[in-house]
């Protein structure tokens, strides 16, 4: 029996090891994207041997095996040689895919001269799963203001066409804090997916500064230039990184070297003065130097011409134009002397644009010597201290792709609650265009030739511009997080006063910074003037003078999902829609989707009346019944998770469909300082 006892267990650990590893199998690991390539781009892209060209991604800056970011994700474009299959054709694969953050971006666009898409879902590590739907466009017909890169041209066995290819990147949301593991593809042939990425979070990090690329309009040509950008951060931190984007490009551009540093005191720029508003008078356009001018004005250009055509409702920026400001003069008829002869403002090269009723245009981003003894004058360019370097992956300098954007390496940089910070680029070749955000309501400045990053002085910055080019976001460590804000030229801060940091961002972030009620969120404004819910302003391609962005579905994920560490985001736009005709309830689906949208992703979502636009030529009473109708929907509706009633911050309680006159800027449709300060005060600071 002793022995039986013994044989008993050696049996049982016998059978055991011949049981386990039939037991322990598990199919092997999923395979990456690459491997299932099984679709030539370059070759056949569509069926009909249409495809890309591979001198034009090459001459993008989007080369075999290059990690790109885009939307905020590191996606490397296929590693193959022409001819070679480079994407998938979704038929529901299941690809290795890892990485913890908050959405999934795909690589993609479609073929058959419609969208394709479909379900799919993701694994996790922990074995849970969670469903999505990917649809992206026709890569010949899909909007423009979609796409992350617009080829020229369109190989055919025929030849070359001279039509954009177009390709997509695509967001879904994940579960946040989990560890994705694989990722199940839709069942869409049609659907081409080149790359797939986790877009990592961003804890520990908050941002404080934000412009949203309105278009590309034309510059300079800047050779061997330097800008120093003014932002004025919302939130502070003990370091500080930088984000540069190439939005709307067909080519790289080069920055040869990057610096930072806080604005010296007293450099605040302009000075500002209280103007009492009036019809169409820019609360900054009378200084308390007169209008005297000391010589003869000189014409504005538009591309050469002196006129260009704009579209309603539309921006449109002119030819750069070197014009000295004076320090003062007395008032009288001397207040019309210039300084030297005026330099025309040009409007992509021409000198004159036709503007139609009511519409919006701004000249091509001017360049203005300025005096080194005027109200701000050089002097706002002057740093405090010596500025630091930047890195971008230890090194000194970057190139940015076309579409894409680069994150520069975090620098130990104490930056103050609500400093001014002088962001210095080098721009070692010629650029003739450039993404920006058109209006800036702040002076920035552009050098002589030759890399001046890291003068403390600003005696080279002999030049002026009211833009904001390439730079779209800062950073710092720390913080509770984001609150994004999503608007029009009202969010834009259009007719505050230049340089005194008086949007209602400014002043909501001002009051945040002022309490310890709720977190101290950092603000990103990411309003743009002329901009709207449904339709382009800018084409989402090419050089234009029209800067009003592409709609504000389009651009929402680079704006506000992209955004570091967002929160909340306010969602304040529909006039712009309702004012060119569309209906309440179109306005209505966009703002709905919007919302979705947030939700989706974990966001906080609050929806902001709009305020009365009556006096304003086509503020009509039929605009007047539709902005009703809207303002109900976004008070009663619950699609958001809380309301701002900036219509009843701004209205004139004896003419409701007015702007009270204290806080009009004089244009019946935006508000002046008082007005921007009043929206401030009405957000109700634990909505957020």
Known sequence: MRRRVREFPLVLALCGLLLTPAQAATPPPPPP????????ARADLDGTGAALVASDLAAAGWTPGRTLTLRGARLTWPRRPPGAPDNVRAAGQTVRVRGRGDALAFLVTSTGGREAGGAGSVTYADGSRSPYRLTAPDWR?????????????????????AERARLYVVTVPLVRGREV?????????????????????SPGRTGT???????RPAVGPWTGRTLRLVVHVSTGGRWVRLRFDNTFAPAPVRIGAATVALRAAGAAGARTVAVPPGPGVHPAARPDTGTVTRTAPAPVGFGGRRGVDVPTEARTVGDPLAFAEPDGSPGGRKGAVTHGAPAPVGFTGERGLHVPTEARTVGDPPVFPVPDGSAGGRKGAVAQGVPVPVGFGGERGVEVPAGAQVVSDPLAFAVPDGGDLLVSLHLPGTVASVPLHGLAVQRSYVSEPGDHTADAGGTAYTGTITT???????????GPGSVVLLGDSITDGDRSTVDAGRRWPDALAARLRAQHA?????????GIAGNRVLADRYPGDGVSTVVAGVSALHRLDRDVFAQTSVRTLVVFEGINDLRARAT???????LREIAERARERGVRVLGATLPPCGGSARCTPAVETERAALNAWIRDAGAFDGVLDFDRALRDPAAPARMLPAYDSGDHLHPGDAGYAALAEAVDLGAL
């Open 33 to 40: 994207l690459e491997t299932l390539y099984d679709n030539a």
């Open 141 to 161: 017909t899909g909007p423009l203001g979609a796409t992350v890169l617009a080829l020229p041209h369109i190989a055919t066995p025929g030849g070359l066409l």
């Open 181 to 201: 593991a694989s990722v199940r593809l839709p069942v869409a042939p049609r659907l081409h997916v080149f790359a797939l990425a986790v877009r990592e979070s």
């Open 209 to 215: 500064w934000a412009a949203a690329t309105s278009g």
């Open 468 to 478: 904001w080019p390439l730079l779209t976001g800062v950073d710092v460590a720390g």
């Open 518 to 526: 709720v977190p101290r969120f950092g603000v990103l404004n990411a």
């Open 584 to 590: 309440a309830a179109e306005v209505i689906a966009g």
